[in-house]
């Protein structure tokens, strides 16, 4: 990229600047800047693309769409295959662009370079195993018989906090099916899904079969992604209150939807539990990338008779945290995604703390920059507090006591998501009992971790429909057909 900063990347070609649609790099248009959430710093020029721009991308997808769903699963599983060896060969690159647009550390980065690539080898395997059925008919002339087949052409819009796992495991379930794809990134962080495209291309996956839709102009190539007739499914990652606005936008055209929304989890410490690993795994689910995830611990319940060691136990590592810039060796917590995001979790945590929250570490902006919060534990938190009632998104960790296993449950449950859980016991029967009751998509018992290509990954309530990831992953993608074959007679 001549007159552009080349961030230090080996490979210059996954540094793109424009949109690629129908294996072509836009050309000419306006320009929008991508900075660093580490200081503010310009790193690239992109091309902004407009609404034509979009309506161009969705007509590639449905001209290659005829060429994809044709091709044997096998053949689709090479290609695949090809696209995650060469992120797998590129992932140090890749980490690097995602830092420099995201913030997080580049450990952190790297970990969803390979995190967003295994979901391509898992859907590459996966799409040969796309079965249909036969069914026993209520006649002897007749047979039941059920296809799967692709969707069609499937439209997504992404968000800032995974800008290449959020896009892969959309897109590798789509292609598995054979369906044809088209992604809009986040504004802030256009780079990475760029350079999957060019890693795309070099795989070998035809023209038109993977689109990428850089454009500051959310709202406008929202209602083209929304609203095109061609499109037939729309899959979503971002906050449930922007998810509603596109759930009713597709039902004008009644899309098949996919919805990956906002969370509050709740991480419960039972008194049985083991308290160093707890303690581990709330450090780690709390504070990975700032505590921008959809997953992160929002809500730390802790039963009564271990609150005070938990607590002191707790607070202890989080204030060893490092917070710095991510591209920097060591460093814990990189940059919020921008000084808004910074003013909204201080907004959380000084009303929290006027409804008799104490501060017990943190607190403030951190001194490494206007984008940086420094690790918060509040304690003495209820449940209807704004930190606790709201998702947080930031790296604060409201403590809330408990008596009873009942009072956590019911905690627990008392929010309009159902995204991900946490507990930490080693009674056996309390372990079924809590997993059953607690309202989530996914739970974690002793373990603060959970995502993998190979797990059903999504949430219940007003945390969306839908599964990314695992055998299930498929079926948003796949339509069944119903075949009555007639005339039999024997
Ligand atoms: P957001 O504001 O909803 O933005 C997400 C994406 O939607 C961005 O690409 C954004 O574009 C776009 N967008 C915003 N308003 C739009 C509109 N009116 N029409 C069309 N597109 C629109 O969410 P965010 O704050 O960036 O992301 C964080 C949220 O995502 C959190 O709530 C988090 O829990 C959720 N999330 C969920 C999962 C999951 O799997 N459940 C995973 C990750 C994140 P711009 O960038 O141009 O604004």
Redesign the pocket.
Known sequence: MSGQNNLGVNDQQLLRNSSYINGSWQSAGTYFSVTNPANGTQLIQVINADIETAELAVEAAKNALALWSATPANERAKLMRNWFDLMMAHQDDLGRILTFEQGKPLAEAKGEIAYGAAFIEWFAEEGKRVYGDTIPAPANDKRIIVLKQPVGVVAS??????PNA?IARKAAAALAAGCTFVV?????TPLSALAMAELAERAGIPAGVFNVVVG?D??G??KVLTQHPDIAKFT????????K??ISQCATTVKKVSM????NAPFIVFDDADIDAAVQGAITSKYRNAGQ??VCTNRILVQQSILDTFTKKFTEAAAKLTVGDGQLAGVDIGPMISKAAVNDVQQLVQKSIAAGANLALGGAQHQAGECFYQPTVLTQVTNDMPVAAN?I?GPVSPIIAFKQEADAIAMANDTEYG?AAYFYARDIGRIWRVAEQLNYGMVGINEGIISNAAAP???VKQ??NGR?GSKYGLDDYLEIKYLCLGGLDR
């Open positions: 819009i992404t968000p800032w906090n995974f959020m809009r990134p986040a504004t802030q500051d959310a709202k190539i929202g979503f990652t971002g906050s449930t209150a922007t998810g606005k596109l990956e929304l906002g969370g995830t959809c998702e998104f995204l990954f999504g949430g945390s969306g990314e």
